[in-house]
């Protein structure tokens, strides 16, 4: 297998090389009139400074490199009949995919107004990066993407979530080396580790290093090629280097390595695939050399710009009024000689059109990078099977996360081709590890003797873990973007380390609402668990419930959270999260012992509407309450419905409301999101003028900014999370940051006008209390058994 760049044969003759380059010559022609074309898009005539955009904005630097890629996958796919899609990973370069996506054909049949002609081609180019047009990443408008590339860092693991359970599927994925300097995509490079060559398509990385990123030279592209191929088989991979800057010969070079990147991958599938033994395989990679803006200007204005930084985004600015530029800008485009790529009418030639794959083999076409078109719904267990008994609320206790394990486990074993269980080294702690009964975490490396007594690894696994929430959520979002369903279970203190995958993954959803061709793909369930009010030995570091504050900046067609306070309703709402498609949906639980509530049939009542009040806890029936008081989240229930009890025992004729929140964007108006409640509904949960005691999960604040246009949010009261705490006991962690019941009995004691005096003595046993539940979490260490196992008196 070479590994350096050597004088090879070629299986492909003059001819057919020099309608490869043809080819590619159109996609860098059809590049660069993208980023300044807004009118003489075929050069017809000569080029006028009125022919220009105003704004000259995209991304040249990167764009032939992807161009010739695309070119040389195409002929791979028509030799072999290789069903295969293209990821981007220097999304910047788009119109170096955006090009051969319009040459086959594809950008037409979506979008008529951008026909194969010469008025088709006038309005693809002006669509681009223009008022109403379309961005300069691959965004969900491009057919044939499912990577924006907006973020770097996630096209390899991407690629990989689209390879899982695909084993016809060859997804090639462009590294940019800029991209290769993030965090992300060096840990990404481990996913290979995880493909298994039975049941898996194949990944194919080629690894872009043209040098430069914005203004700054690439790290990846100034060592040796002896230290970077050291790193790749390192990593695991088996390097293959193409390099130079003469087109046909870069030609030749690119065409007998794919070619033989493509026999080494067949000889790894075959092998497994005959032997039905999974092993980890040293896959191929391309590590792929060209001058950054390759073909562009040489240079401009006696400085520097093919193979430099400058070409990174528009090598030729400042247009207007500078007839040098002008007239380098049409010397440059006609170096592509448009003239012999387009016929009359502005379509590609014929013997040039047939060079791209047909139907559903264009990548562009490829149904798996539009994956709502091959999802299959879950077949799901009742998940009423899975339900807790409770005979009276708030009076036993079970851990909420443990039968949504066994719940994952009878899924799996109903889905073992299209569902997959992803965590970060966490399922067990998370209480999920019943999912092990039917499938194990996948392991391809070496095995030790010990792994036997419950390392519960296998080749065959479904589960995903790996120490890196980057890699696990962008394989989960590659399996979910090519028509898959998933699980994420994760921490919520480090849930953060995904924000901005989050974020963008959010952004794609929010986007492709507004795209009829665009299928329905399965939503993103993210559990959040092991919580800020359970970190009894973990402490400070591990309180932080503001991943909740994130998802709410996002769109809300597409956002949603949950916070179930118990076993049943965690089940209703899971259910309810796996059927779903085109959301996000963050469910916040913890994996402790918990009080438990609601029965199966309560609990799917409490789910479906989002909140509500619990008769049971409450003893306003009838009349107005003097206060409300409110429970969002396990613990802040709990306390709530503590500080419930202690009022109604110091106080015989205190009225007191006591509601539930599941679904957090029920507290906000309908036309701020699509779940919230109606101000006349929500005046008459919470009243008009009733203070209302709001004991949140997360930040305080965040409640506020949900309720702050509802008629009595001057009453409202918000008790969350302060960033105080640290070592310290469950109750005690709740008293530095006063969510505790002796609190919460305050306020309302504080906000009730005939209490404010009479209940002065409460007030003060209710601190003595306090007092004393911190001295004896000091002094033992543990909080009181009296109040540890405090149940619902009445």
């Known amino acids: 297998m070479a590994e350096e760049n050597t004088t090879v044969s070629t299986t492909l003759n003059q001819a057919q090389l020099e309608k490869i380059?043809?080819?590619?010559?159109?996609?860098?022609?059809?590049?660069?009139?993208?980023?300044?074309?807004?009118?003489?898009?075929?050069?017809?005539?000569?080029?006028?400074?009125?022919?220009?955009?105003?704004?000259?904005?995209?991304?040249?630097?990167?764009?032939?490199?992807?161009?010739?890629?695309?070119?040389?996958?195409n002929r791979l796919i028509n030799?072999?009949?290789?069903?295969?899609?293209?990821?981007?990973?220097?999304?910047?370069?788009?119109?170096?995919?955006l090009a051969p996506v319009y040459l086959e054909g594809t950008y037409s049949e979506i979008y008529p107004n951008k026909s194969e002609d010469e008025a088709g081609m006038q309005a693809f180019f002006k669509q681009f990066s223009f008022p109403g047009g379309i961005g300069s990443h691959c965004t969900p408008e491009t057919p044939g993407s499912i990577h924006e590339g907006g973020e770097l860092g996630y096209s390899i693991s991407h690629a990989f979530?689209?390879?899982?359970?695909?084993?016809?599927?060859?997804?090639?994925?462009?590294?940019?080396?800029?991209?290769?300097?993030?965090?992300?995509?060096?840990?990404?490079?481990?996913?290979?580790k995880f493909l298994n060559p039975i049941r898996d398509g194949a990944v194919?990385?080629?690894?872009?290093?043209?040098?430069?990123?914005?203004?700054?030279?690439?790290?990846?592209?100034?060592?040796?090629?002896?230290?970077?191929?050291?790193?790749?088989?390192?990593?695991?991979?088996?390097?293959?280097?193409?390099?130079?800057?003469?087109?046909?010969?870069?030609?030749?070079?690119?065409?007998?390595?794919?070619?033989?990147?493509?026999?080494?991958?067949?000889?790894l599938q075959d092998e497994a695939r005959s032997s039905g033994k999974a092993t980890r395989?040293?896959?191929?990679?391309?590590?792929?050399?060209?001058?950054?803006?390759?073909?562009?200007?040489?240079?401009?204005?006696?400085?520097?710009?093919?193979?430099?930084?400058?070409?990174?985004?528009?090598?030729?600015?400042?247009?207007?009024?500078?007839?040098?530029?002008?007239?380098?800008?049409?010397?440059?485009?006609?170096?592509?000689?448009?003239?012999?790529?387009?016929?009359?009418?502005?379509?590609?030639?014929?013997?040039?059109?047939?060079?791209?794959?047909?139907?559903?083999?264009?990548?562009?076409?490829?149904?798996?990078?539009?994956?709502?078109?091959?999802?299959?719904?879950?077949?799901?267990?009742?998940?009423?099977?899975?339900a807790i008994p409770v005979d009276k609320p708030g009076t036993i206790r079970h851990m909420n996360t443990k039968p949504i394990g066994a719940l994952l486990r009878d899924l799996m074993a109903k889905n073992m081709d299209n569902f997959r269980v992803f965590g970060p080294d966490e399922n067990s702690s998370n209480k999920l590890d019943a999912i092990y009964e039917v499938s194990k975490k996948l392991w391809l490396c070496d095995y030790k003797d010990e792994d036997a007594d419950g390392g519960e690894l296998s080749p065959d696994g479904r589960v995903l873990e790996m120490l890196s929430e980057h890699t696990l959520e962008g394989w989960y979002e590659g399996y979910l973007l090519t028509g898959r369903h998933g699980f994420f279970a994760t921490y919520e203190a480090f849930v953060h380390v995904i924000d901005s995958m989050y974020n963008q993954h959010a952004k794609w959803l929010a986007i492709c609402e507004d795209i009829p061709w665009r299928a329905r793909i399965s939503s993103l369930n993210l559990l959040?668990?092991?919580?800020?009010?359970?970190?009894?030995?973990?402490?400070?570091?591990?309180?932080?419930?503001?991943f909740l504050d994130v998802v709410v900046n996002k769109n809300p067609e597409v956002t949603r959270i949950y916070l179930p306070p118990d076993v049943n309703s965690l089940l209703s709402t899971v259910d309810h999260c796996l059927q779903s498609r085109d959301d996000i949906n963050v469910i916040v639980a913890d994996k402790q012992n918990h009080l438990q509530y609601l029965d199966m049939d309560a609990a799917i009542k409490h789910c479906t509407k989002g909140l509500g009040i619990w008769d049971w806890a409450s003893n306003d029936q009838g009349e107005e309450p003097d206060a409300v008081l409110v429970g969002c989240g396990d613990i802040p229930t709990k306390e709530a419905l503590a500080a419930t009890a202690l009022l109604r025992e110091h106080f015989d004729d205190v009225k007191i409301r006591f509601i539930n929140v599941v679904d957090l964007f029920r507290i906000t108006t309908p036309n701020e999101?699509?779940?919230?409640?109606?101000d006349a509904d929500f005046d008459s949960l919470f009243t008009k003028d009733r203070p209302v005691i709001?004991?949140?999960?997360?930040?305080?604040?965040?409640?506020?900014?949900?309720?702050?246009?509802?008629?009595?949010?001057?009453?409202?009261?918000?008790?969350?999370?302060?960033?105080?705490?640290?070592?310290?006991?469950?109750?005690?962690?709740?008293?530095?940051?006063?969510?505790?019941r002796f609190t919460l009995a305050m306020d309302v004691i504080k906000r009730v006008p005939r209490l404010q005096v009479a209940g002065a003595h409460v007030m003060e046993r209710l601190k003595d209390m306090q007092i004393d539940c911190r001295n004896y979490a000091h002094e033992y260490g543990i909080d009181k058994p009296e109040v540890d196992d405090w149940v619902w008196p009445f």
Request: charged share 20%; aromatic share 10%; glycine share 10%.
């Open 79 to 97: 030799t072999h009949q290789q069903e295969a899609i293209f990821l981007a990973g220097p999304g910047h370069g788009a119109p170096g995919v």
């Open 161 to 192: 979530g689209a390879a899982f359970d695909n084993p016809d599927l060859l997804v090639t994925v462009a590294v940019g080396d800029g991209e290769a300097e993030t965090g992300p995509l060096a840990t990404s490079w481990h996913s290979a």
């Open 281 to 386: 395989g040293h896959w191929p990679m391309i590590v792929l050399r060209t001058p950054k803006g390759w073909t562009g200007p040489e240079e401009v204005d006696g400085h520097k710009v093919e193979g430099f930084w400058r070409a990174h985004q528009v090598p030729l600015a400042g247009m207007h009024n500078n007839p040098a530029h002008l007239q380098q800008l049409e010397a440059w485009m006609r170096s592509y000689k448009p003239e012999e790529l387009f016929d009359a009418n502005g379509r590609l030639i014929p013997e040039l059109k047939a060079l791209a794959p047909s139907g559903t083999l264009r990548m562009s076409a490829n149904p798996h990078a539009n994956g709502g078109l091959l999802r299959r719904a879950l077949r799901r267990p009742d998940f009423r099977d899975y």
């Open 694 to 740: 709001f004991n949140f999960h997360g930040y305080p604040w965040l409640i506020h900014r949900l309720a702050y246009r509802r008629t009595n949010h001057k009453n409202l009261h918000v008790r969350g999370y302060k960033e105080r705490g640290n070592i310290n006991t469950p109750l005690e962690l709740a008293i530095e940051n006063e969510i505790d």
């Open 21 to 73: 380059d043809a080819y590619w010559r159109a996609c860098c022609y059809l590049a660069a009139g993208m980023i300044y074309l807004r009118d003489n898009p075929l050069l017809r005539e000569p080029l006028r400074e009125d022919h220009l955009k105003q704004r000259l904005l995209g991304h040249w630097g990167s764009s032939p490199g992807l161009a010739f890629m695309y070119v040389h996958m």
């Open 673 to 678: 999101h699509p779940h919230g409640l109606t």
């Open 528 to 546: 959040i668990t092991s919580t800020v009010w359970r970190q009894d030995h973990n402490g400070f570091t591990h309180q932080d419930p503001g």
């Open 204 to 267: 194919l990385p080629i690894l872009h290093l043209n040098g430069y990123k914005i203004n700054n030279p690439t790290l990846l592209s100034r060592i040796p090629n002896k230290e970077l191929a050291s790193l790749m088989r390192g990593y695991g991979w088996t390097p293959h280097f193409v390099e130079g800057d003469d087109p046909m010969t870069m030609h030749r070079l690119m065409a007998d390595t794919l070619d033989s990147c493509y026999a080494e991958i067949k000889a």
